[in-house]
């Protein structure tokens, strides 16, 4: 290898990294959770890269895969930030199933359709130029980006909400506990007066019939005294 390809070599190698650099610094800062897959090529890069500088006779070969390393960690960069968008619009959906989102979120739908637009690019969009591939799904992200802000306010707002609709559930539900226990009361109570009543009613039946056989007996009495006579 020349000098003067060696040098339009680096030339590259820094381009392509501070590109890198700069990508890692914009995904990485706002949403530290996300997994960069860019980092371990950036390591396997630079094992080539000081392979190249070590070794005279693999240059061509080392510095080719220095090259694929850094462009494919350039490429993550990118994947990496549509990657974390489709788990927080997932886990969006999951925690919000149970209400009617477009209640709250009018626009809801249209937001869906820029993450089903930005997933059917990734999953169509051939692959075999990637700069092309990066700057195409760039201009999708830049959709995304602005939504997903909303929706982290959204959840917030929703979360309230759902906490709002949890407690005025549980309050119906301990109103109706309550009303089932005292209605089971007033059921008891009713059936302890009615046998009550059918006590009293049975004890008057009773001494009314005892009534009645006293009379029958002292009529019959009286009636057997004046045959007597």
């Known amino acids: 290898m020349s000098v003067l390809e060696r040098n339009e070599l680096i030339n590259q190698l820094s381009e392509r990294v501070e590109m890198v650099e700069k990508r890692l610094s914009q995904v990485e800062r706002p949403y530290p959770v996300i997994h960069v897959p860019s980092l371990n090529e950036l390591r396997y890069a630079l094992v080539h890269l000081l392979r190249y500088l070590r070794d005279e006779t693999n240059q061509e070969k080392e510095a080719e895969n220095a090259f694929k390393h850094v462009r494919r960690a350039h490429y993550d960069c990118y994947e990496a930030e549509a990657l974390f968008y489709f788990k927080e ?9 149970e209400i009617y989102i477009l209640k ?32 195409e799904l760039e201009q999708k992200l830049s959709n995304i980006r602005p939504i997903h802000s909303k929706l982290k306010t959204a959840r917030l707002e929703l979360l309230k909400y759902v906490e709002k609709l949890t407690e005025e559930n549980e309050k119906l539900l301990d109103d109706k506990l309550k009303a089932e226990e005292e209605l089971k009361i007033a059921r008891m109570t009713i059936d302890v007066r009615e046998k009550s009543l059918r006590q009293v009613k049975i004890s008057n039946i009773i001494a009314i019939s005892t009534a009645i056989l006293a009379a029958i007996t002292g009529i019959t009495g009286l009636l057997l005294s004046l045959s007597g006579k």
């Open 89 to 97: 619009i997932t886990q969006f959906e999951e925690t919000f199933k």
């Open 104 to 135: 709250h979120i009018p626009e809801y739908l249209e937001w869906s359709f820029s993450y089903n637009d930005l997933r059917d690019f990734m999953q169509s969009f051939s692959k075999e130029d990637r700069d092309k591939y990066c700057d």
